[in-house]
């Protein structure tokens, strides 16, 4: 099992930034494919960017790319999401997932098995 809880979420106006924290515990941290997701109201959860232990692939949503990092410190078992330019259509429940290192689909919020309570962040306009 592995226990996942995020932190950092908040109010920020557009332009922004914020830094979320996801600190993970149970079992080894660095076995784990990391990913981070969002639902903003009335949609559906989607994909926000995922990497592995090894932190040299990590994968992003084009609509964040290149504004969101993401980064993790086996060391202190927590992934992070640095958040800058933040847009009001960022505004969203973001969640922190785990799933194992094998396999394809990364993007695919059904292949996480481990999920965080969420972290609620809001872009005011």
């Known amino acids: 099992q592995v226990q996942l809880v995020e932190s950092g979420g908040g109010l920020v106006q557009t332009g922004g930034s914020l830094r979320l924290s996801c600190a993970a515990s149970g079992r080894t941290f660095s076995n784990y494919r990391m990913g981070w997701f969002r639902r903003a109201p009335g949609k559906e959860r989607e994909f926000v960017a995922t990497n592995d232990w090894s932190r040299t692939n990590t994968y992003y949503a084009d609509s964040v790319k290149g504004r969101f990092t993401m980064s993790r410190d086996n060391a202190k078992n927590t992934v992070y999401l640095q958040m800058n330019s933040l847009k009001p259509e960022d505004t969203a429940v973001y969640y922190c997932?785990?799933?194992?290192?094998?396999?394809?689909?990364?993007?695919?919020?059904?292949?996480?098995?481990?999920w965080g309570q969420g972290t609620r962040v809001t872009v005011s306009s």
């Open positions: 997932a785990a799933r194992a290192l094998s396999g394809t689909s990364y993007r695919l919020d059904t292949t996480y098995n481990y």
